[in-house]
C-alpha cells in the first residue's frame, strides 16, 4: 500500500516527485524480501509442526506398547500361577488314590470299617489342605461309598457318579501315573458350590498296573482360589479401578472375573493367535492375554490369563 501510494504521488507531481518513485521502488523491494522471508518461516513452522506430530505420535505408540507389554506379562502371569496352582491338585490325587484307607476302601466297598476308616482318613487330609471342598472315594459301579466331609455335605454319600465326566475318565486312565480333570463347574452335592474336579483310578494294592477298583474324585474350590489369582494381580490403585482381569477356558468360558460379573454364564469373545499377544479393541481398551503354558507334567487346559484395561478418563 506504501508503495502504491508513493507511485500515485510520483506520477501526480511530475518532474517534482521523483523522490516519490524512488520510495515506490523501495517499498516495492522491502515488501518482496517480507513476503520470502514470511513464506520461509510459515514453510519451516510446517516442518516443525510435522516434526513435532510425528515425534508426539512416536511417543504415544511407546507408550501403548510399554502399556501392552505391561498387560500382557500381567495375563501371563495370572494364568501361569492357576497352572502351578492345579498342577498340585494333579499330583494331590494320584498321591492320595495310594493311600492304605482309600485302597482298602475301593477293594472292599461293602465293608463299614473300611468305608469309616477312609472316611476319616480323608477328614484328616481336608483338615490340611484347606484349599478343597472335599474328597469322594466311588466304587467301580459309581457310587460314592465315603467322602472326607459326610456331616456337611450329606447329600454326597451314596450319590451316583457314574455318569459324570471326571468319573468316567477316570476309570478309563491307563495307569495310576495318569489322572482326568473336569471343566470348572458347580456341584449341586457341595451346596452349588464352584469346583475344579481332578480324579484318578483307584488301583488294587495302590499298584501303578492294578486292576482298578474304584475312583478317588477331589474337589478344589475354586471359586474362592479363582478369586484370589485374579484379585491378586500386581495393579496399581489407578489401574485397579479401569482394569478387569479374567481367566477363561478353552471354550473361551469366564471362569473367574475381577468384577465377579458373567463367570460360567458368559464368555469373553478373544482374538487369539498362538503364543502370547495383546491388541486393542474397539473401544480403545487394551487386552493382553497369555495362554496357558502348563507347569512340570501338568500340560495345561487350553485356559487364558486375560487383562482388559481402559485408557484413563479424559478431563
Known sequence: MLALNA?????????????????????????????????????????????????????????????????????????????????????????????????????????????????SRLSVILDSYTVYLDLWIADASGKVIATGRPGRYRRAQGLDVSRQKWFRDAMATANGGCFAVADIDVEPALDGAMVATYSTAIREDGEANGAVTGVLGIFFDWEAQARAIVDGVRL???????????????????????????????????????GVQGYYDDEGAVIGYAKTPGYETYRGLGWFGVIVQRDLPSH
Open 7 to 119: 507511485a500515485i504521488e510520483a506520477h501526480r507531481f511530475g518532474t517534482e516527485g521523483r523522490g516519490f518513485a524512488v520510495v515506490a521502488d523501495e517499498m516495492k523491494e522491502i515488501s518482496a524480501e517480507i513476503a520470502a522471508l514470511a513464506s520461509s518461516l510459515q514453510n519451516e513452522l510446517k516442518e516443525r509442526l510435522r516434526s513435532m506430530g510425528q515425534y508426539a505420535e512416536n511417543m504415544l505408540d511407546e507408550v501403548r506398547n510399554v502399556r501392552g507389554e505391561r498387560v500382557v506379562d500381567l495375563a501371563h502371569n495370572a494364568i501361569e500361577i492357576a497352572d502351578r496352582n492345579l498342577y498340585e491338585r494333579s499330583c494331590d490325587v494320584r498321591w492320595w488314590a495310594t493311600d492304605a484307607a482309600v485302597v482298602d476302601c475301593a477293594a472292599d466297598p461293602s465293608s463299614a470299617a473300611a468305608r469309616e476308616h477312609a472316611s
Open 236 to 274: 496399581t490403585p489407578e489401574e485397579r479401578s479401569r482394569t478387569r482381569c479374567l481367566l477363561i477356558d478353552s471354550r473361551h468360558r469366564i471362569i473367574a472375573a475381577s468384577d465377579g460379573q458373567g463367570v460360567l454364564t458368559n464368555s469373553f469373545i478373544l482374538k487369539t493367535t498362538n
